[in-house]
């Protein structure tokens, strides 16, 4: 079939719609993704990687950003490869390094997030790609194809009791805003709840609401979750949604919402969402055990089929780079 070619198509309106064609595609390889990226300092192109005859063998949207004496290069949710790319991985991979024509002091990560294919693991373990796993790259996957009862069944008793008693409290009403501006009021909601969430407990992570608030709102493949307790806002839960495979994305809550029980309630509604939309999977959001025991504790209530989640693959040009950034980032 000959040399895989790549072609530019950041702004290729029809980006999205290509992509959500594959069955690998995630939410971190859409338009919006890239566009919230840009927003926080990532310079993001859109490539497509295809056969000589022009048909489609990838896509991956790449993020750069100028670190020290050279460049990080990131892409999320990929390279996606299609049917056809699953059969020729080695030789898109090649063409996609061949494309990006890394310097010595670039460092290249690649993160499926959960959505690798073996093709695509054996390709990057093929061009030298390193792995880096860590305690926190793990995660728990509920199995959705399961009856409702027998999921409810499997759930540790008092995590099922506390659920019971939340379904009983009238106070507590469920929502699942889809008009945009109830979905912006609801993204408000959450924002506002994560930030005094981040300061109660005393965490940081790369999440810039304010640039992302737009975005996530208009996202169809983004579901709000409201949770009110006398129609006052307590918890708002987003998960991303992809064919079979949903996610946990980000959740926040007050107080009222621990102490009513809505995280239970939250959880075990969007399990019946995601069955009745044919998910097969729920993935719930990754485990820190060390370093978030309460988090840790309340999805060990719901599965414990622990999985270890796709690595973080690093790539350079340079061999002691390469080895050097595997180290630091797998003792973090």
């Known amino acids: 079939m000959g040399q895989a070619t790549v072609v530019d198509l950041t702004n290729d309106p029809d980006w999205d719609e ?4 594959q069955p690998g595609a995630s939410i971190y390889a859409s338009r919006r993704w890239g566009e919230y990226k ?13 056969s000589c005859d022009g048909q489609a063998l990838a896509f991956a949207q790449i993020q750069r950003r100028r670190r020290w004496l050279g460049h990080v290069v990131l892409a999320q949710g990929g390279p996606i490869l299609t049917p056809l790319g699953e059969r020729r991985a080695e ?12 310097g010595r002091l670039d460092l290249l990560g690649v993160n499926y997030q959960q959505f690798q294919t073996p093709a695509a693991m054996l390709a990057l373990l093929g061009h030298s790609f390193a792995p880096v796993v860590t305690t926190r790259t793990h995660t728990l996957e509920l199995d959705l194809t399961r009856e409702a009862e027998r999921i409810r069944a499997g759930m540790e008793g008092r995590w099922r009791d506390v659920l019971k008693a939340a379904e009983a ?10 008009d945009p501006a109830d979905r912006l009021s609801a993204f408000e909601t959450f924002s506002r709840l994560y930030a005094a969430l981040k300061r109660r407990k005393g965490f940081r992570n790369s999440l810039d609401p304010a640039a ?33 495979r949903w996610t946990d994305f980000y959740v926040a809550s007050n107080e009222r919402a621990k102490v009513t029980g809505a ?3 939250a959880l075990w509604r969007l399990i019946e969402r995601a069955q009745r939309e044919g998910a097969s999977v729920l993935d719930l959001g990754g485990i820190d055990p060390a370093g978030n025991p309460g988090v840790y504790e309340f999805k060990r209530g719901v599965c414990r089929n622990a ?26």
């Open 212 to 244: 992302f608030r737009d975005l996530a709102a208009h996202d169809p493949n983004l579901l709000f979750l409201e949770i009110r307790e006398r129609g006052e806002p307590i918890l708002v839960r987003i998960v991303h949604r992809a064919v079979h």
């Open 307 to 332: 999985v270890a989640a796709n690595p973080l693959w690093l790539f350079s040009r340079t061999r002691s780079m390469r080895r050097a950034a595997t180290a630091i980032l797998a003792a973090r």
């Open 263 to 265: 995280g239970r309630l």
């Open 38 to 50: 840009r927003r926080i300092g990532w310079d993001v192109r859109r490539l497509a990687i295809r």
């Open 91 to 102: 030789a898109v991979f090649r063409a996609f390094l061949d494309h990006l024509r890394l």
């Open 18 to 21: 290509a992509i959500w064609q």
């Open 169 to 178: 409290n009238p106070d507590l009403s469920t929502g699942f805003p889809t």
